[in-house]
């Protein structure tokens, strides 16, 4: 390695350290700079930080002209509804950021930056189980250092959407990390998973198990293999899962620990818990929003109760979210991700597939029912994580066979 690559080598991974931290320790920042820089100096640092990654030679695709036009789309929408509509106020502008740094992440995919995935997947993991182990801490002294976001553990970030956010995002990618000694990867997930379950998010439950539950069968779809052989096992495992997932309720049962996570069983019943109620009549009212304006109402006002958009919607979900504020282009801007990992993974085995769509129907469905993207953090962090998995993948396959 000659000393100019040494010395982009030593970049990269400061880089990566410096995003991995900031991520990690929003909580800490908000007291030192209150909570609007907590969250928004990751998105300054990546904003400054693709800028400069762009000055690279590169070649774009069709998926990176698309982005572009998602991006640019998503201004000229926002200016309409703000200053021709004046349906919002001017500072819905801040939040073009849902869609211009995902682009800038995106077009600078293949920079030198991203073929550190190793390094990137267990920096995160030991960060991660710092902020878990915290977390664990929080629930016995809850007035500790940082207060509890409600009545959940948030770790070291800002809130429970951070936290869960950052745990959904890294799960499935670490099931393929390779330690020197298991161990410390085993005391790792343990706290990692503790630390989820501590957050009471619902979305994030929902991410791991559906995530695992719909890889196989997605898997043989795709596959476009589904003998009978495939359905008998599809129909073992399934059967398999759900005799799992009643033998562990039952054990929750009766060590009495079913009331601390009473939250996370009301998905489906929303009669009984307000949050799914809100949930439930926000969804039904957003056919009516997009059949009445499918061309989208603006970013910036996905957040309700902020102080930046006194007129702002919510509808408990990112991926409505999106479709609110871009409207048909949100669909584009959806697409992108799955069309770039299904032409990157075509070399890779059976296995890498099934993991990263477990990765990506897992990060589908938390991002239906909940809005952890929403979050400069969480948004940030999942376009790298999604790209430094397909890197990732694509080595471990590469180093298979060579």
Not at 331 to 346: D, E, G, R, T
Not at 372 to 393: E, Q, R
């Amino acid at each position: 390695m000659n000393k100019i690559n040494l010395i982009r080598f030593n970049l990269n991974k400061l880089y990566i350290t410096i995003i991995i931290i900031l991520a990690n320790t929003t909580g800490v920042l908000k007291l030192i700079f209150g909570g609007f820089i907590a969250e928004t100096i990751i998105l300054i640092f990546i904003l400054i930080l693709m800028l400069f990654f762009l000055f690279q030679k590169r070649k774009y695709t069709i998926l990176d002209y698309l982005f572009i036009l998602v991006s640019i789309y998503s201004i000229i929408i926002t200016f309409c509804n703000v200053y021709i509509i004046k349906d919002v106020e001017p500072s819905c502008f801040f939040g073009i950021y849902y869609y211009t740094i995902p682009c800038l992440i995106f077009l600078n995919r293949n920079h030198s930056f991203f073929k550190e995935s190793d390094f990137f997947f267990k920096l995160f993991f030991v960060f991660l189980s710092i902020s878990s182990l915290y977390a664990i801490f929080q629930m016995s002294y809850p007035n500790s250092i940082l207060p509890p976001d409600g009545i959940r553990a948030c770790g070291l970030m800002k809130s429970t959407l951070n936290y869960s956010g950052l745990i959904g995002i890294t799960f499935f990618p670490f099931l393929v990390l390779k330690f020197k000694h298991k161990i410390y990867k085993i005391m790792g997930f343990l706290l990692i998973v503790c630390g989820g379950f501590l957050s009471l998010s619902r979305g994030l439950i929902t991410n791991i198990v559906v995530g695992f539950l719909s890889s196989y069968p997605i898997q043989l779809i795709l596959q476009k293999k589904i003998s009978k052989k495939s359905l008998k096992n599809l129909l073992i495992y399934s059967i398999l899962s759900v005799v799992f997932l009643i033998i562990v309720i039952e054990i929750l049962n009766k060590l009495g620990l079913i009331n601390m996570f009473e939250r996370l069983f009301h998905i489906v019943d929303y009669k009984n818990d307000a949050a799914n109620s809100a949930r439930y009549d926000f969804w039904i009212s957003f056919g009516d929003y997009f059949l009445t304006n499918p061309f989208g109402y603006g970013v910036g006002r996905l957040i309700s109760g902020t102080s930046y958009v006194s007129n702002s919607m919510d509808f408990e979900s990112y991926v409505l979210g999106t479709l609110y504020s871009i409207g048909f282009m949100g669909f584009v801007y959806f697409a992108i991700p799955f069309v770039y990992v299904y032409n990157q993974l075509k070399r890779c085995s059976a296995y890498n597939h099934q993991t990263m769509i477990m990765f990506l129907s897992g990060i589908a469905i938390q991002n239906i029912v909940q809005a952890p993207m929403i979050t400069p953090t969480t948004l940030v962090m999942t376009w790298l994580n999604l790209i430094f998995f397909v890197n990732h993948l694509f080595n471990m396959n590469k180093v298979k066979y060579e």
